[in-house]
């Protein structure tokens, strides 16, 4: 059960409320209004008087329910009007006029508007127009001419509305902390039906904000970035002529008087804010030139290796810098993926966007290297048509939302702990359109019959509880194809192999031959060894090793790590 509370000002800001709540809607969805409950329990009702004029009965309502207001004359508060909107799953069963009248109650209560047992509240009703919910309108006048105490009366709402769906076997919602972006109101949903959008100019606009952040290296990168993807930027300028803040607009979204609808950073989230911004573009510094510049699809995948490590056994400040970084790189990856998979991976983004804040100061230091090797990434055309690299990312970046969710769990943050888990399931059809591809591909290209029993007894004496499955994979293939290019390359196939089997347990993998691709697929390239080790690795190949070699005995398993299961 959704509730939420928009205020209204005005002279004639109860009466314009309550000719909506009694009129067609804007798109022609108010069906029978009619009043379910009042303050005192027999206020007008326009929707069911039939033999009087329906428009002067409203406005009898609105007088009074203006009446304490207006007794106050030129001391009236400016903001006069209390709407709160209570909306249904829709899941849930349909709700009687009396059930709807009880939650109105509990909600006025709650708030603050009209407290159990107060004959001087405010005066308020509970106007029904379809199924699934109801409208509260109060004025913010007190019967006796005091203001109502209506402290945190979103939190106070919010917390009712839980208990409510408890008590009445209602789909129960996930408690929120305050630090969840502004949801489009239902104005801009229609809007955006009317304009043939599947998304509202607020949600298009928010992706655009993060991506050009997650793209940036400098604020003036950063406006220039938004400019370049389509969006109209409007600075705030101070009188020493400093930036301080900016909104942004839709070309061609415009309001009745037909001027561009403009929104502030801070109102498409709190962390899209010009400070919070040019905080995170210098908290992380640039990383160091080299001579010889690493792969950006592997620095990105190991950095994404990692983050399972920092929320178990990092600090708060450093996982939430982790998942702020995953945020902004699951962000740009659309932009790097084929056009089959980036629906998937623009969806997976945006839910996962909820998972990366809450009350918790991020590190943002700690995570440069995964962005700025997707940055590199994006930047390096040649980069972006790499299918094994999307794929390595994706298959590292599933094990990472996961323990993501786990981690929010742990620190019982309901609204991210379930978008982590939404956004599982779009990255992993995500990960399967971009992996099968390749992994065909791969197998198209595997060694002959004589190699490939080879590396299954190499397989078989290191990992001996995966090898059935790994040999009875349909990745196999693929699998002996990235090791036999290893060997190519000057890679003993046995070391590489313990290698891979040493950066993490397979244990929580569903395809482990899947897994040791992308793994033998990333250090194969990664350290060419030298002449001198490429002529004895080619000795040492033509017969099995000596000894067995094993998984290193020191690689630990995480303690209540969650049972991530990837294809």
């Not at 891979?500 to 569903?510: E, H, P, V």
């Amino acid at each position: 059960m959704i509730p939420k509370i928009i205020l209204g000002k005005g002279a004639r800001a109860t009466r314009r409320l309550i000719g909506y709540l009694y009129g067609p809607g804007s798109a022609n969805a108010h069906a029978d209004p009619h009043l379910v409950a009042s303050w005192n329990g027999f206020g007008p009702d326009p929707g069911r008087s039939p033999r009087r004029n329906p428009k002067q009965v409203e406005d009898q309502l609105a007088a009074q329910l203006d009446q304490p207001v207006k007794m106050l004359g030129d001391k009236a508060p400016t903001t006069t009007v209390w709407h709160c909107p209570v909306r249904a799953a829709p899941e849930d069963p349909i709700l009687s006029d009396a059930d709807w009248a009880d939650i109105a109650r509990r909600i006025v209560a709650a708030a603050g508007i009209a407290p159990e047992g107060d004959e001087e509240a405010c005066r308020w009703v509970a106007v029904r127009h379809a199924d699934d919910h109801i409208h509260i309108a109060a004025t913010l006048v007190r019967q006796d001419g005091r203001r109502p105490g209506r402290d945190h009366d979103i939190r106070a709402v919010q917390r009712e509305a839980r208990k409510i769906e408890v008590d009445l076997g209602l789909r129960r919602l996930n408690p929120g902390d305050g630090t969840a972006a502004k949801r489009p109101t239902s104005k801009e949903h229609f809007k955006a039906k009317r304009q043939g959008q599947d998304t509202t100019t607020r949600e298009i606009l928010r992706m655009r904000v993060r991506r050009a952040v997650a793209a940036a290296s400098s604020e003036a990168e950063f406006f220039a970035v938004l400019e370049a993807t389509g969006v109209d930027v409007r600075p705030k300028v101070g009188p020493s002529g400093d930036i301080l803040g900016y909104s942004v607009a839709l070309p061609g979204d415009l309001n009745k008087h037909g001027e561009p609808v403009w929104f502030s950073g801070s109102t498409l989230a709190g962390d899209l804010s010009l400070p919070k911004i040019r905080h995170r573009l210098t908290a992380t510094s640039p990383e160091p030139v080299t001579a010889r510049p690493a792969d950006p699809w592997h620095q990105a995948t190991a950095a994404t290796e990692r983050i399972p490590d920092h929320l178990t056994h990092g600090d708060d400040q450093i996982a939430q810098g982790q998942l702020v970084a995953l945020g902004g790189a699951l962000d740009l990856l659309p932009l790097a993926a084929p056009a089959a998979a980036r629906s998937e991976l623009e969806r997976a983004a945006a839910l996962f966007e909820r998972a990366t804040r809450s009350h918790i100061t991020a590190d943002l230091e700690s995570a440069r290297v995964l962005r700025r090797s997707v940055q590199t990434i994006l930047r390096t055309p040649a980069a972006t048509h790499d299918g094994a690299g999307l794929a390595m990312l994706l298959d590292a970046a599933l094990i990472a939302v996961a323990f993501a969710k786990h981690w929010h769990r742990t620190h019982q943050h309901a609204q991210q702990e379930a978008a982590a888990q939404q956004s599982l399931v779009h990255l992993q059809t995500a990960y399967t359109q971009v992996a099968v591809p390749v992994l065909d591909g791969l197998a198209r290209r595997t060694p002959g019959i004589q190699t490939k029993q080879r590396y299954a007894r190499h397989l078989q004496q290191a990992v001996p509880e995966h090898a059935d499955r790994i040999l009875q994979d349909s990745a196999w293939d693929a699998l002996a194809t990235v090791l036999i290019d290893a060997e190519k390359a000057g890679h003993n196939p046995a070391t590489i192999l313990d290698q891979a089997l040493g950066q993490r347990t397979l244990d929580d993998a569903r395809s482990p031959a899947r897994a040791l691709t992308w793994r033998i697929h990333r250090l194969g390239q990664r350290h060419t060894p030298s002449p001198l080790a490429q002529a004895a690795t080619s000795r040492s190949t033509t017969r099995l090793p000596a000894t067995p070699f094993h998984t290193p005995a020191a690689t630990p398993t995480a303690v209540q790590q969650p049972q991530v299961r990837r294809r």
